[in-house]
């Protein structure tokens, strides 16, 4: 996810705007608070150990953690693992792309709340996860709503809205990835789409290596 935001500022507005003008909110109160109902179908396939790429305030590291999971949340900001580590998880600040620990022996990679889009190239994103696994681990991935294709570019956050407010982020790569292009995306990754769920007004695949 993008930088997540402070404790402090968890109920006030924040949108993710790409260029072009499209303008996401960002779910910053659902970030900071327990796991909501509708990712419990995903975190139920976590059986094994599981790293939580782009954690943010680490609600679902610390989740299953607390299923006694071997868990590890990576986030590249300082702010998002301090705020993991006080759920009582383990978390460290990394790029996901840098080394990291148990690589190749990962039952589960997480890309959740948008996480795919990290990077702005799903394809990279994705072979990355592979290389995490083990040989039968799964990456379970959120996606955006049928209809809404493949889209990479540049984006930034805005803490109030479109062009209202002050504090707005530094420009980033991100990708959106619907439900209809998952399957391309994860062949030219080496991988495969195994199951999409529907949970809630929420969309999410599991993938494994081809």
């Not at 530094?170 to 529907?198: I, K, M, N, P, S």
Request: charged share 20%; glycine share 14%.
């Amino acid at each position: 996810m993008p930088e997540p935001v402070r404790a402090e500022h968890a109920r006030t507005e924040h949108w993710l705007l790409r260029a072009g003008g499209a303008a996401y909110p960002l779910p910053v109160r659902r970030w900071h608070g327990p796991p909501e109902p509708a990712v419990a179908p995903v975190v139920a396939r976590c059986l094994g150990p599981t790293i939580d790429l782009g954690c943010g305030p680490g609600r679902l590291t610390a989740a299953l953690a607390r299923r006694g999971l071997a868990t590890l949340g990576v986030d590249i900001s300082a702010h998002a693992v301090r705020l993991t580590r006080a759920r009582g998880a383990a978390a460290l600040r990394r790029d996901i792309f840098a080394p990291l620990p148990g690589e190749g022996r990962w039952a589960h990679a997480l890309l959740i709340d948008g996480n795919i889009g990290i990077g702005g190239d799903p394809v990279a994103l994705l072979r990355r996860c592979a290389a995490l696994l083990a040989p039968d681990g799964t990456v379970l991935t959120e996606l955006e709503p049928p209809g809404t294709g493949l889209w990479q570019g540049l984006a930034h956050v805005d803490p109030v809205g479109p062009g209202r407010g002050p504090g707005r982020s530094a420009v980033f790569r991100w990708a959106r990835v619907g439900v209809e292009a998952v399957g391309r995306v994860a062949a030219d990754a080496g991988l495969r789409v195994t199951a999409l769920l529907c949970s809630g007004d929420r969309w999410f695949a599991e993938l494994v290596r081809r």
